[in-house]
């Protein structure tokens, strides 16, 4: 009678580490998912900031063009070479930016296989 009770009650805690196995691999499972949401919707916000900064970059570039223009800070034969400078420190930003978001997507990647 005394083996039947113990293989009872071992049978009953390896049920219980089972279940609570199971609860935690959930737990996990959840955690993960949960995790995994977080990062989408921040990455998500960065790039909605990110095209509001051009947006309003945009928009002041074409500001200080119109401004200089109109002030004649800039001569009309010369106004080219300083919409190509606008153009240029743009393009310079722009560009920083997806490296800088290139980096970090690589650098997520290499963070997963680990």
Request: glycine fraction near 2%.
């Amino acid at each position: 009678k005394k083996s039947l009770k113990e293989e009872k009650a071992l049978k009953k805690m390896h049920m219980l580490q089972r279940l609570e196995e199971r609860r935690d691999q959930k737990a996990r499972h959840l955690k993960s998912t949960h995790d995994a949401q977080l990062k989408s919707a921040e990455q998500d916000f960065l790039k909605e900031k990110l095209a509001l900064k051009v947006m309003k970059a945009r928009k002041a570039e074409v500001r200080v063009l119109k401004a200089t223009l109109e002030q004649g800070i800039v001569a009309p034969s010369e106004i080219g070479l300083a919409i190509e400078k606008a153009f240029e420190m743009r393009h310079g930003a722009e560009f920083m930016s997806l490296l800088v978001q290139q980096s970090e997507e690589q650098s997520s990647a290499l963070k997963k296989e680990l």
